[in-house]
T-cell receptor, first 114, second 111 residues
Framework: DSGVTQTPKHLITATGQRVTLRCSPR?????VYWYQQSLDQGLQFLIQ???????AKGNILERFSAQQFPDLHSELNLSSLELGDSALYFC?????????????FGNGTRLTVT | DAKTTQPNSMESNEEEPVHLPCNHS???????IHWYRQLPSQGPEYVIH???SNVNNRMASLAIAEDRKSSTLILHRATLRDAAVYYC????????????FGDGTTLTVKP
């Protein structure tokens, strides 16, 4: 058990809809990262937050947004969903932003857009 | 970003050692080498990381070449539970969490 909790485990929704994925980091971890894993793209970095502030952005679409709250949990909002957004979404956390700090991943939210 | 190259797949027999290679010829001086593995239907799991010296922990050993252009993850006695996709990534201060996970190496362990 990594200590990172993601909810829900599964989500099925229709095109055009909006969903929110939630992540609770490991106790004591201040950084939260979001990744998308699809069959043809592998594990893609989306965005990172550290102690409530955005720190790094990757291949995140404009239709997607995220935030980290004062209690350090994070939410990833996906809107105007398309079929191609179907994927596994992982959250990871680490103690800080240091590059020698291991990433601890949750078990993901599987999003299916129909 | 510096990239890593790994073989697509490897096979091992149970209870034998496994050496998983990773090439990172464009590694910079501040890049840490991290290894993660992903079991089916789970999120990636941290295995080990290092900068220049070889590292050991309860899960594995990491051997880093002297020029740091390659590294090897060593599982001393493979078990069926070690069957997974293994990712070698580089993390440095300039890319924060943007580490690129490539396709990794799919390890099959035969009983």
């Amino acid at each position: 058990d990594s200590g990172v909790t993601q909810t829900p485990k599964h989500l099925i929704t229709a095109t055009g809809q909006r969903v929110t994925l939630r992540c609770s980091p490991r106790s004591g971890d201040l950084s939260v990262y979001w990744y998308q894993q699809s069959l043809d793209q592998g594990l893609q970095f989306l965005i990172q937050y550290y102690n409530g502030e955005e720190r790094a952005k990757g291949n995140i679409l404009e239709r997607f947004s995220a935030q980290q709250f004062p209690d350090l949990h994070s939410e990833l909002n996906l809107s105007s969903l398309e079929l191609g957004d179907s994927a596994l979404y992982f959250c990871a956390s680490s103690v800080g932003t240091a590059y020698n700090s291991p990433l601890h991943f949750g078990n993901g939210t599987r999003l299916t857009v129909t | 970003d510096a990239k890593t190259t790994q073989p697509n797949s490897m096979e091992s027999n149970e209870e034998e050692p496994v050496h998983l290679p990773c090439n990172h010829s464009t590694i910079s001086g501040t890049d840490y080498i991290h290894w993660y593995r992903q079991l089916p239907s789970q999120g990636p799991e941290y295995v080990i990381h290092g900068l220049t010296s070889n590292v050991n922990n309860r899960m594995a050993s990491l051997a880093i070449a002297e020029d740091r252009k390659s590294s090897t993850l060593i599982l001393h006695r493979a078990t069926l539970r070690d069957a997974a996709v293994y990712y070698c990534i580089l993390r440095d201060v300039t890319n924060a969490g943007k580490s690129t996970f490539g396709d990794g190496t799919t390890l099959t362990v035969k009983p």
